[in-house]
């Protein structure tokens, strides 16, 4: 897995129109994925490094969602845990990896959108920043929502080529 300065997605480091472009983009992809109305959670149910370590210990089950379109294919592997017998529903991405296929063209800034949908929604949208050079990349991003019976894990890949940017995405659905 490689590891490089693009890991680094922090928001922090954004300043005057990149961090208003930020900002928007991220509030489009949620209303868009909560067309519910849930409480959205994602500015204050995420899971620090430390908290994903104990927290988990033991209880997490690793995933991957995978989604393809044209020439493009993305990967996200996350690990998921229920917390407070089943109420809270935990969930960490560890990986990810964007694979061109058959000479696509295309650079290095595709994005990746992880949401979580059960009682409150919880939302992660990348920069637009990811590697599509088919090897796996750090990704750590952690979140949490309330636990109804049903939990939705949402991936949506961009995939970064001149023109139109194709995307792609899939939903794993957990029940208690």
Do not use: C
């Not at 490689?2 to 472009?21: A, H, I, P, V, Y």
């Not at 990348?126 to 949402?154: F, K």
């Amino acid at each position: 897995m490689k590891s490089n300065e693009q890991d680094d997605f922090s928001d922090e480091k954004l300043t005057g129109e990149d961090l208003k472009k930020r900002t928007a983009q991220k509030e489009k992809l949620r209303k868009k994925n909560n067309a519910g109305g849930l409480i959205d959670v994602s500015s204050v149910n995420n899971l620090s490094v430390k908290d994903i370590q104990e927290l988990s210990a033991g209880r997490a089950i690793t995933d991957t969602i995978a989604a393809s379109v044209d020439n493009f294919k993305g990967e996200v592997t996350y690990s998921y845990w229920w917390d407070n017998d089943g109420g809270r529903f935990n969930l960490h991405t560890s990986q990810y990896r964007i694979t061109k296929f058959n000479g696509q063209s295309g650079g290095n800034k595709a994005n990746l959108n992880l949401f979580l949908m059960s009682g409150e929604l919880w939302g992660n949208a990348s920069p637009d920043a990811m590697w599509q050079d088919g090897d796996w990349h750090s990704y750590v991003r952690g979140g949490s929502v309330l636990a109804l019976p049903t939990v939705y894990v949402i991936a949506e890949f961009i995939f970064d080529k001149s023109g139109n940017d194709p995307s792609a995405g899939d939903i794993r659905v957990y029940n208690k």
